[in-house]
Structures are given as C-alpha cells and as structure tokens.
C-alpha cells in the first residue's frame, strides 16, 4: 500500500472504533500490471473485482487476439 493510501486511511479512521483490513493484491494485465486494494471487504470481493477487470481486459486490452479493440 502506498503511503498516501495510509495516510488517507488514518485521516478516516482516526477518530473512529472501526478498523477495517486493507486486503491488495497485484497480478498482470492488459500488458502490464494491476493493483487492486479494497478496504473492508473479503476475498469473496477481491475475487469479483479481478473478475469485473479480466472482463473489462477481453473487451480493451490489444494483446488479446480475440478483443473487441483488436478487432476494431
């Protein structure tokens, strides 16, 4: 995590009881790299964030023979 992401975490939790865990993850997309952190949420919505991107890659990324943009 990025330290403007910490610092932005502390500034909401500060004065709160609540400490939700940051939960991140990076893996290869589109010909590069993805960075994916959720706060609050499980793996369960980690997993269906990566999803939501890989579709999202099907249809934009020009490294996959079959996408709409290599089509185009």
Avoid at 44 to 51: G, P, V
């Amino acid at each position: 995590m990025s330290d403007i992401s910490r610092d932005a975490l502390k500034a909401v939790f500060t004065h709160s009881e609540s400490h939700p865990v940051p939960l991140s993850e990076k893996k290869p997309m589109m010909g590069g790299s993805a960075s994916l952190t959720i706060l609050g949420g499980g793996p369960q919505t980690l997993a269906a964030c990566w999803s939501f991107l890989r579709e999202l890659e099907q249809l934009w990324s020009r490294f996959l023979d079959d996408s709409d943009v290599t089509r185009l």
